[in-house]
């Protein structure tokens, strides 16, 4: 975070007209503006487990219709199985 506080300062991001919000986040705003002590803190509050969800599914028994795989993670017969790449996610 410091490091893109420092990047749009520099005089090609100022001719491009790029900023970052001065909105604090209310429970870090105690640490002060952009202190060490406020970025630990931000970075806490919005840091998501590193985990991928795009590739889950339901897993359930035969009988089950919005199941995907068994237990034993075979396929379920299904009228249609979409498969898509990873790569191909947008973020």
């Known amino acids: ?3 893109a506080r420092r990047l749009v300062g520099t005089q090609i991001m100022k001719d491009w007209d ?3 919000t001065n909105r604090l986040l209310p429970d870090c705003a105690k640490h002060g503006n952009y202190t060490q002590a406020y970025l630990e ?3 806490r509050h919005i840091t998501l487990p590193g985990m991928a969800p795009i590739g889950t599914c339901r897993i359930g028994a035969a009988a089950d219709p919005a199941a995907v795989v068994d ?3 075979r396929c379920v017969p299904c009228i249609i199985l979409h498969h898509r790449h990873t790569e191909q996610t947008p973020l």
Do not use: I, K, T, Y
């Open 71 to 73: 237990p034993l993670l």
């Open 41 to 43: 803190c931000h970075l």
């Open 1 to 3: 975070m410091q490091f």
């Open 18 to 20: 790029f900023e970052l």
